[in-house]
């Protein structure tokens, strides 16, 4: 007798991209590109978010032919991503063999009140977290794996730095709780009191959480790793830069051995210009992805 | 008390130390090539192969590892580790580390949505054990001197061959700690053999 779809099977996908790089690329040529560089999975997007936003107007699941030639292109896992909420764009990629979805606020949410109940599904969800409350509201909604949400698409690291001190400073507060506290604190975050009992029992949280959201650099990245990152999503950074296999090259080398200066300082040379970045103060109410849910 | 280094370049390691240590020995993270004198087995854990194979091949750990394994000591690779080991992988045209002799199948049981966990008898270590298996490998085809310790549904999981053992599945992502003992077991009884020739 077998089980898929367990807790155990969908986290455990996410544990074995532990100290990785996930990558963004929106064709087979990218991908195989990501994989020869090292990356641990791939996500196939019709657009990195630097370009969804530029172009603006609703951003949806990618057309499945460039999902499909992705999947076709490499032999690590394939990650794709679905509109929070949307039910059936998720439904779709699980039948097409996506081996992780995330639903993410890159994309247009297609619900404003709901996201996806994941615990329905055999395909692991990853979803995006500000702080520890949005953290676990995810995973009691059955998301398997967290990343920052960051500001996507902008190559400013500044927002998915404080989304990652954020949720690590509340684990530790929760961790020095009494039960009591604990209750008020689940009620004012509005997240789940079991869940919370778990990250106080064992000092973290009971999934992978990767850093994502305006990583542009070998530096960026192990920067989110020493603040407690499991691991990096690199979005626009890698194929919006001069030279994208050696700057693929880099930011996996750079995330391994994040605590190493000196190698770091070697992979940083002669990268050629990072992906041209976008000051957080520019961005009006409406530009910021990372409040399109909570 | 024995060490047991866990090669640390990517993947679950981390879970890995902490089994060793639940076992009651000494795990140490292997980052850079050195740190393989200062231990008497190795396990090379789950994670993704090409990407540990990329950063084996960059801080050349490639030529240590071989050394490792001339000297004698355990290997026990799982998952990805499973395919560093093998001299042959299927529908690839080479291999990496090409320590044990046999075939291997890459994602042979489907895509993550087929990944699953079952019960497993695995020979001399249990006959309950709880095996999670996520995006697995199976042994295709081993030779003689190796040993099937566990199949599923007619495919090998689990194998033995001489210091070397591997498995398919990855029993560090449960509190099942017997085939972590199992290993350890044979790098005591291996170090006692170096110790006395």
Redesign the interface.
């Known amino acids: ?6 807790n ?2 969908k986290r ?2 996410a ?6 790089v996930i990558m963004d690329v929106v064709n087979a040529e990218q991908a195989k590109i990501a ?1 020869e ?5 791939v996500m196939a997007l019709e657009r990195v978010p630097s370009d969804i936003r530029a172009a603006g107007g609703v951003a949806r699941m990618a057309d499945p032919t460039i999902t499909e030639e992705v999947l076709n292109a490499v ?3 394939v990650m794709a991503k679905a509109r929070i909420g949307h039910i059936v764009e998720a439904r779709v990629l ?1 039948s097409m ?4 979805i995330d639903e993410s606020e890159v994309l247009t949410p297609a619900d404003d009140i709901y996201h996806i109940n994941k615990n329905d599904y ?3 969800f990853v979803c995006g977290c500000r702080n520890l409350g949005e953290a676990v509201r995810r995973i009691g909604e059955g998301a398997s794996m967290l990343r920052t949400k960051g500001e996507p698409g902008t190559g400013n690291i500044v927002e998915a730095v404080r989304h990652m001190r954020e949720v690590q400073k509340q684990i530790k507060e929760v961790s020095a709780m009494a039960e009591d506290e604990l209750m008020v604190y689940a009620k004012e975050h509005g997240a789940s009191y079991e869940v919370l009992l778990e990250i106080r029992k064992n000092g973290r949280l009971p999934v992978v959480n990767f850093a994502a959201g305006g990583i542009a650099t070998p530096s960026d990245a192990a920067l989110m790793m020493h603040l407690g990152a499991d691991g990096v999503f690199v979005g626009s950074g890698i194929f919006k830069s001069d030279n994208p296999a050696k700057f693929a090259r880099a930011i ?2 750079a995330t ?2 994040y605590d190493d200066y000196e190698l770091i300082g070697q992979l940083s040379k002669d990268l050629g210009t990072a992906m041209p970045g976008i000051e957080m103060n520019t961005l009006g109410e409406h530009d910021r992805m990372q409040d399109r849910s909570e | 008390m024995l060490t047991i280094g866990v090669l ?8 890995h130390k902490q089994s060793v240590e639940a076992c009651g020995h000494e795990a140490i993270i292997v ?1 850079k090539k050195e740190q393989l004198t200062e231990i008497d087995g190795l396990v090379l854990p ?3 192969s ?2 540990m194979r ?2 084996i091949d ?1 801080y050349d750990f490639f030529d240590a590892l071989r050394q490792f394994e001339q000297s004698g000591k355990p290997i026990f690779g799982t ?2 580790g499973l395919i560093l080991l093998a001299k042959k992988i299927n529908g690839q045209a080479d291999a990496h580390l090409k320590l044990m002799d046999m075939v291997v199948e ?2 042979a049981f489907g ?9 497993l008898e695995i020979k001399g270590v249990a006959d309950d054990f709880e095996a ?4 697995a490998p199976f042994i295709a085809e081993v030779k003689e001197n190796t040993e099937v310790l566990a199949t ?1 549904q007619d495919k090998i999981v689990a194998a033995q061959q001489g210091q070397f053992l591997a498995a398919a599945f ?1 029993p560090e ?2 509190d099942d700690h017997r085939l972590m003992q199992y290993f350890i077991d044979q790098v005591k009884k291996n170090k006692l053999k170096l110790a006395t020739n």
């Open positions: 007798m077998s089980n898929v779809g367990t155990r099977v455990g996908m544990e074995m991209q532990k100290g990785g994989e560089a090292g990356a641990v999975a032999s690590i896992p699980e063999g996506v081996d992780y055999t395909v692991p996996v080398e391994t051995h | 640390g370049l990517q993947g679950a390691f981390r879970e980052k789950g994670g993704e090409t990407t990329r950063l960059k998952c990805a890459r994602n895509r993550q949505r087929d990944s699953f966990e079952t019960q999670v298996f996520i995006r599923y990855h992502l449960t």
